[in-house]
């Protein structure tokens, strides 16, 4: 009997075939892990064959289109879920809002734009998964935020987005301490530089001197640190910010 047997996974940002979120969906199914996953100005047709090739795996699969810049995002959401499949044992905050700013560019609005998505959707279903969690008979609970390395070193240009993503780090670590008497482990995963939808010829080539292994991470390489930290062999390791990114260099 597989250690995952009768658990969902709330999986947000799996918006293409090629990145983060999607990798991350395919992992835990081929482990037998029900998903349901969130997309925003995704190509409905995509949607659609993605989620039918996840139930393909033998499991259940459900989605739903969300802003999650809206205020109750988070809990329509975690409603949803429950409703469609049951209450998520695994919660992996995926989704992120990035764009290029710059101490010149930086003004309020972008600030305003990282801080909803990145912090307060992030925030706010980490804290109502774990409200119902302790209401339910559920007896192990998973939550695995995502970060970008930003307290290993300078990410110029990406003033907004490294302090929303480092907010992270430093919730993720507090929770932890709350909720490990519920059974809840709380960890965030670093992974690096990944070759997913955003990186460029360009942007590979100058990345990849910077990888001692020869080759920049892929969305898979993700995938399988979060696999592990979900799985009952994680139930030791909370409060971490896991750095899997291969021996990247920096400067």
Not at 45 to 59: H, N, S, Y
Not at 93 to 103: F, I, K, M, Q, V
Not at 223 to 239: C, K, M, N, P
Request: proline share 3%.
């Amino acid at each position: 009997m597989s250690q995952f047997q009768n658990k969902v996974a709330l999986i947000t940002g799996a918006s293409s075939g090629k990145d983060v979120g999607t990798a991350i969906c395919r992992k835990l199914a081929s482990e037998g892990i029900d998903i349901f996953f969130t997309h925003w100005k995704s190509n409905a047709d995509w949607i659609e064959k993605f989620q039918q090739e996840i139930r393909k795996m033998g499991v259940r699969c459900e989605n739903l289109k969300i802003d999650l810049s809206y205020a109750n995002a988070a809990f329509e959401l975690i409603d949803t879920v429950t409703d469609k499949l049951s209450l998520p044992s695994i919660l992996v905050n995926n989704a992120a809002h990035s764009t290029r700013d710059g101490y010149l560019q930086l003004d309020a609005k972008t600030l305003d734009d990282h801080y909803v998505v990145n912090m307060r959707s992030t925030f706010l279903l980490c804290v109502q998964f774990a409200r119902l969690f302790e209401k339910s008979n559920l007896s192990t609970g998973r939550i695995i935020n995502m970060t970008s390395g930003q307290d290993l070193g300078p990410m110029t240009g990406e003033l907004a987005y490294i302090a929303t993503k480092g907010a992270i780090s430093s919730f993720t670590r507090s929770l932890s301490q709350e909720l490990a008497p519920l059974g809840i482990t709380v960890n965030a995963v670093n992974p690096g530089p990944t070759d997913s939808t955003w990186m460029t010829d360009e942007i590979r080539n100058s990345l990849l001197p910077k990888f001692p292994r020869g080759r920049i991470g892929t969305p898979e390489d993700v995938a399988r640190v979060i696999r592990f930290l979900a799985s009952e062999e994680a139930e030791w390791i909370t409060g971490q910010i896991i750095n899997s990114e291969g021996g990247f260099i920096r400067g």
